[in-house]
């Protein structure tokens, strides 16, 4: 077991390395393009590094935040993954449940009907929804909708703080709702199609015992490793509808340096998010590991 | 004495029209997909080549706001402050979007299939380690994120967005093509072949490749829809504006609209009803492309 977690340590620590490179690789070829003509190509990452370190955010940036970079950058990732715990809750709360029922009545159309909608949810944009949520909001409940400026008093409900975060979580948590519950039924229709659970099948094992029992418990290793595989997928939908929203976290200061273009909040930006996915990912890893070996 | 009618030699006329009557009748659910899908995208490629690109501040007009009309009877998406009516550009721009996507898609998946058959060929076990690596390390970014950074390096215009999307769906599809170069190439009958002496190229191509289009035309056409969202993302960000804009794509009207949200919310309503119909659409595509060629996707990826 220990030499497991010690592999699997330095494992992260090379994805980390291997993911803030390829973000640095990423910004220099950026860098190249039309907008930065006549700067020396490579190498400018760790001017920008420098800068992020001690530096203060440009005036070009004065929409997304002031004051210092770290500061800025503290408080953004937090306001976001605040709102991306909310959505990963939300989906694993839904996709994994309604991906198991549709698995377990599959050979029923009316499961496929009733799951349907949220199958075409996942299409949806999330970014337009959010922009429809601040019109409802601004024609209902004569709100601005957009989390900034705050509202000078109360706001449509009692917890502001808590709202703003909801409306970011949902239109992230809708599409990934739809994904998490096709890949879990997905996996299980797979497993459930396997010789050997037909010839118990064939013995006599009833279907609930036979699918809780034998074909769940043998697909938990994909299942738990299909849970982080929609992660980049939601982050970029909640970069879109974070600055739709004008919510005040990492996709706000995404955009608004890809607009400016200021590369420095985008190389932060990009090392922050390399992190999440990659420990996030890791960590789905590991747990499928150990399940692995424990059955073993 | 006439020859008996079972020896009379059949027309190949006859012989090909009943042939291609055959075939219809077989393959029926897949014509009426091709056809279905067919005048859809192509209406959308003529309603783009017959309206001219509405630049992005005309979109919401300059005129007084009084001017604008909200949808109605006569003006099914409602007018902009100038009075034009926007549901020819909505759907010119939408048709633009859509094409940029299909060809950047198309484009890049033979790309990535030409890198993945490349290495294959050259390098092998080693190869398919370096794709997938490179391909799991790209995938470990948000692909919005890295549409944004070359956006603000290259713009958003048609070009740079047909070779950022193309490139990402490139290197997926290699990742994948490679991973499939790798079971194929442990079947039976390929080890067969090579046991039997044949070249490596003409196991390539007897053998590897005519397998291997079926699993990436349905990798990409499953890509389509993402694509479509990203792109009107992009869009819709205003990203890289500075550059070049995003100008007379689906995106450009919802960031129009989204900027003038409280004075003129049908500027968002509409054009955003279509890319969700639009997306939808694309995925049903995306799901009969995988039906017709019998390529069950793992899901667990998209």
Known sequence: MSSLLLRRCLSLLFRLLLGWLLVAVVVELAMTGPRSRGEVVGGQSLRLL???VAGEVPESLAAAGAGSWRSMLGEATVASLEALAIAVVVTLAFGPVFGVLAARWRRHAWVEILLAPFFAAAWLPGFWLAGLAVWLQFHFWNQPGFSDPAPASGGPVAWEPLWRLVLVAVPVALG?????????????????REPHVRAAQVRGLGGGVLFYRHVFRNSLEPLIRSLDRILPAMLGMQLLVEWALRFPGLGRLVIESARAPEFAGLLASGLILATVVVAVRWAGETASRLVTERNA | MPSPPQNRRRSRFRERIRRAAKSLIEGWDFYLFAVGYGIVLGLLGVAALAFPVLESEAIVGFGDLAEALPPGDHHWFGTNRDGVDLLAPVFAAAGRSVWLVLVATVLGSVFGLALATVICFLWRERGYRWLERLSGAVGSLPAMFLLFVFAAGYGAGTRATMGTLGALAGLFVAGRAGNWYRDLENQGDVLAARALGFSRGRILVEQLLPRLWPRVAACAATLLPAA?????????????????????????????????????PWLLWWPGVVLAVLTIVLASLAWAVRRTLDQPIDERIF
């Open chain 1, 50 to 52: 420098r800068e992020l």
């Open chain 1, 176 to 192: 990934a709702i739809g994904w998490q519950m096709r890949s879990v039924a997905g996996t299980l229709k797979r497993a459930a």
């Open chain 2, 228 to 264: 479509l969202l990203a792109e009107a993302g992009l869009g819709f960000s205003g990203a890289g504006a500075t550059v070049a804009p995003a100008e007379g794509r689906l995106g450009a009207f919802l960031g129009a609209g989204h900027d003038a949200l409280f004075d003129l």
